[in-house]
């Protein structure tokens, strides 16, 4: 039979689809590495790829960096139904980013649930600007009279109520600020910021070329997983935060990349920085207004 696993876990030599059926049965077993299924089925790691692909099209499994996982392709939730999920971990994560904000810091905050709880941390400081491109932190920041609000142009995309596109990416580019909180749909080691957009994965790549310090917030949920196809990369040092509860292999397998440093929110202290860095060294931010700035 096709399911049947010979002694020693190699499988016989399979025609292409019973061999796509038998890999099905491996994933949903817990088996999902490239190179053990390359080794168990006696195929090619590029013919094992080729298909977890297929199987992924068909929505029978998830792809994750060097393997997948069981189940039907992931549904981008909308930002309501976001904010729903993992609340006490946003929330401590959020916490934790507030506590690296100092004074006349220039800050730049993507659109997203936790990056929103920390707009919602920051609302009475004083002598912060705040650079957005989230509907969900200008509308907490609205009535922040201490705040500069900066707004990125660009459309919106109603999902999670991101602006984004052309427009977003020119007006970053004239702008350079202290620290950038960015959102993630997942993070993988050699592969960066995972993102359900083509745009969103452009716009996030930008937004983390502008900023001397990086980090992106992201519970134990998002540590190695890759539920969508488009990608930010990392070209230089970020720092992840993450919740307590994120276990050692998650944040291991995250910082095989060199360019990643995570941190549980229990470890984050005042100062901290990506990879070392303090703001208490970095001169001044700048900010050109191009368009779209109001004082909120």
């Known amino acids: ?41 006696g195929v090619s790691t590029a013919t094992v790829r080729r298909d977890l692909a297929l199987l992924a099209d068909r929505g029978e499994i998830n792809r994750t960096y060097g393997g997948a996982v069981a ?4 549904i981008e939730l909308r930002l309501g139904e976001k904010e729903l999920a993992a609340r006490t971990e946003k929330h401590s994560i959020a916490a934790a980013a507030a506590s690296l904000v100092g004074s006349g810091d220039v800050l730049l905050l ?26 969900n932190t200008l509308f907490t920041l609205a009535e922040a009279d201490a705040v500069d609000v900066v707004v990125l142009g660009g459309h919106l995309r109603h999902t999670n109520q ?10 970053l580019r004239h702008l350079y600020v202290d620290k950038a909180f960015l959102g993630a749909d997942g993070v993988v080691a050699g592969r960066g910021i995972c993102c359900a957009s083509l745009e969103q994965a452009t716009l996030k790549a930008v937004m983390a070329s502008r900023a001397r310090q990086v980090f992106v917030l992201a519970d134990r949920t998002k540590l190695d997983r890759a539920p969508f196809a488009f990608w930010a990369p990392l070209s230089q040092p970020v720092t992840v935060i993450t919740d307590a509860a994120a276990s050692a292999a998650q944040v291991a397998s995250v910082e095989q990349d060199p360019l990643i440093t995570v941190v549980r929110t229990g470890q984050v202290t005042r100062g901290a920085g990506s990879h070392g860095a303090t703001p208490a060294t970095s001169p001044p931010a700048q900010v050109v207004a191009v368009g779209g700035e109001g004082h909120a």
């Open 110 to 135: 993507d659109a997203g649930t936790t990056t929103g709880q920390l707009a919602l941390l920051l609302r009475d400081r004083e002598g912060l600007t705040v650079i957005t491109n989230g509907t």
């Open 1 to 41: 039979m096709v399911s049947s696993e010979p002694a020693g876990g190699k499988h016989p030599r399979l025609t292409a689809e019973p061999r796509r059926r038998a890999i099905l049965e491996s994933v949903r077993a817990g088996r999902a590495e490239i190179v053990d299924l390359a080794a168990a089925f």
């Open 162 to 171: 991101a602006l984004i596109g052309p427009v977003a990416e020119e007006v």
């Open 71 to 74: 189940g039907p392709r992931p």
